[in-house]
Nanobody
Framework: VQLQASGGGLVQSGGSLRLSCTASSRASGYVIGWFRQAPGNEREFVATISRAGRRKDYGASVKGRFTISRDNAKNTVYLQMNSLEPDDTAVYYC???????????????????WGQGTLVTVSS
């Protein structure tokens, strides 16, 4: 499956953005994760959602501010980001892993399909 991430941009601190991750084929067969990477840092887990959307998990730094959701009819997963902070500045990547269960995954090595990334910049 090929993934296309979009929706990044420049926003002021406290603002919101919604990222989209669109899959080239049936997204309902995949667990989708969002990761981010700031300059000089390792790629960090942000959020993940199970195939049917029943289970969601978040990284500690975004819990309570970000919400992951999916619309399998549109083959798209969303990441709603609220109360953005300068430390949220990074390139955001979505990733997919085929699955037949309702599990989620938070480790980079558990995903084998990655999108190209979209840049989010939060100004103070």
């Amino acid at each position: 499956v090929q993934l296309q991430a979009s929706g990044g941009g420049l926003v002021q601190s406290g603002g919101s953005l919604r990222l989209s991750c669109t899959a080239s084929s049936r997204a309902s067969g995949y667990v989708i994760g969002w990761f981010r990477q700031a300059p000089g840092n390792e790629r960090e887990f942000v959020a993940t959602i199970s195939r049917a959307g029943r289970r969601k998990d978040y990284g500690a730094s975004v819990k309570g501010r970000f919400t992951i959701s999916r619309d399998n009819a549109k083959n798209t997963v969303y990441l709603q980001m609220n109360s953005l902070e300068p430390d949220d500045t990074a390139v955001y990547y979505c990733a997919a892993r085929s699955s037949v269960t309702g599990a989620t995954y938070s480790a980079r090595y558990e995903y084998n399909n990655w999108g190209q990334g979209t840049l989010v910049t939060v100004s103070s």
